[in-house]
């Protein structure tokens, strides 16, 4: 077993669950322990001064590794990791390991018979040979996190410990607490990357610069009841008019949804009586004027239900998020370089559309860096399906080796 996989497994076996509460300000005991671990990492390969970590309010990791090479005007790598996973399911501390995976092996097919269906298995059994480190059912497996640490970790050791010059690498490792509300208090005086990346997960190759137009949709409604038991013309029940507004959104969109490029309302959120009820709707779509046509349609519905029952509905839009295309649109020479590098490396079916769940490549892009996502090589990831092999993480170390080296030979853009 080689050190990208020990690491893996070490980091596997902390249960580091991002939290649901939104005023949580303390990361868990596990977020802890995954930041300490981390910390131990850098400080036996980072080279001095020790100003060169800075641990900030326990919460996180900010690294930086001073240029190998003598010229000035090579661009700074950014790198951005997020050390927790979804706050669904806990960590899957006993993962299952096929260090050659067959699909014609009776345990091997037992094991993911039970997890994935018929048309995953298909892809699954195209990794024949690989080493693939699968959840054991219950729990996520960490493919968009703790993957991401150990590939970053060990690609930076790689670069600091070769011959070849490179420039500045700049790293911030954020725990949960941050990245909800918080990103903005890292320390991102110090962070000023030229070309900055979010290792973020998903499916060898995978190389996020567009994301979906995203909002949240909170809808209030109010029914005209006067008391139990009535039955009075112009009356209307609260659920009536819930289940009417459900009904006229195209809803099946969502349940049937298997192309990103497709977008949906789902609706995330019910609670209510016949009195007053409040839904959580999510709007996204990959282009703009499809995603306004939707908000334009939740609306347009509004209005009609209002127009008869006067004052019923009420709608806030919150949280609204732009696609990260619509930040590159200035800096598309970034994106160019990195498809660039990818295609050299013969990654070449890169799936380059994320979703809201990309969460921190947004986030930075608002910010004002222009940043886009990488993959780690899991699937399935966020789930109790996620698995992972371990030859597409190495592909996923010598993709970031290559965006270092391949920057060396850059010049800064003039800003």
């Not at 005007?73 to 950014?78: K, R």
């Not at 195209?250 to 009820?277: C, N, T, V, Y």
């Not at 008869?308 to 619509?326: A, D, F, G, M, V």
Request: glycine share 6%; with cysteine.
């Amino acid at each position: 077993m080689n050190a990208l996989t020990q690491t893996f497994l070490d980091l596997v076996s902390i249960d580091c669950k991002a939290s649901l509460d939104q005023g949580q300000t303390k990361p868990s005991y596990g977020q802890i322990s995954v930041l300490n671990i981390i910390e131990s990492e850098l400080k036996a390969f980072v080279p001095e001064p020790k100003s060169n970590i800075k641990r900030f309010n326990a919460q996180g990791i900010f690294a930086e590794i001073p240029a190998s090479a003598k010229r000035t005007t090579i661009p700074t790598i950014g790198l951005v990791i997020q050390t927790d996973s979804t706050p669904a399911l806990s960590s899957c501390i006993k993962p299952v390991l096929f260090e050659k995976y067959n699909p014609k092996n009776r345990a091997h097919k037992k094991h993911f018979s039970s997890l994935l269906n018929e048309e995953e298995l298909v892809l699954l059994n195209r990794l024949k040979g690989n080493f693939i480190i699968s959840s054991d059912g219950q729990g996520t497996l960490g493919t968009e996190s703790k993957a991401a640490i150990s590939i970053v970790l060990h690609a930076l050791k790689a670069i600091v410990n070769g011959k070849e010059k490179h420039g500045k690498i700049q790293l911030l490792f954020v725990s949960d607490c941050y990245v909800k509300k918080n990103i903005q208090k890292a320390p991102l005086s110090f962070f000023k990357p030229d070309y900055n990346y979010t290792i973020e997960g998903g499916a060898l190759g995978n190389i996020y610069y567009k994301s979906n137009e995203y909002v949240d949709a909170e809808i209030t409604i109010k029914g005209n009841y006067q008391r139990y038991g009535t039955i009075e013309e112009g009356l209307v029940s609260a659920l009536e008019l819930t289940n009417e507004l459900i009904n006229a959104l195209p809803m099946k969109e969502d349940a049937q949804r298997s192309d990103q490029k497709k977008g949906r309302f789902h609706l995330e959120e019910i609670l209510g009586d016949s009195h007053g009820a409040r839904l959580k709707l999510l709007i996204e779509d990959l282009d703009k004027n499809r995603f306004e046509a939707r908000v334009r349609l939740l609306e347009y519905i509004a209005d009609q239900q209002n127009k008869r029952y006067p004052k019923s509905i009420k709608i806030q839009l919150k949280n609204r998020q732009h696609s990260i295309e619509e930040f590159l649109k200035n800096d598309w020479d970034f994106v160019d370089f990195t498809v660039r590098e990818a295609i050299d490396q013969g990654l070449k079916k890169q799936q380059t559309i994320g979703s809201h769940h990309l969460s921190n490549a947004i986030k930075f892009n608002a910010l004002g860096i222009p940043t886009i996502g990488l993959f780690t090589g899991g699937v399935h990831q966020r789930t109790s399906k996620e698995y992972i092999s371990v030859q597409h993480m190495e592909k996923a170390v010598d993709f970031i080796q290559g965006l270092v080296y391949r920057a060396s030979k850059q010049k800064k853009a003039s800003k």
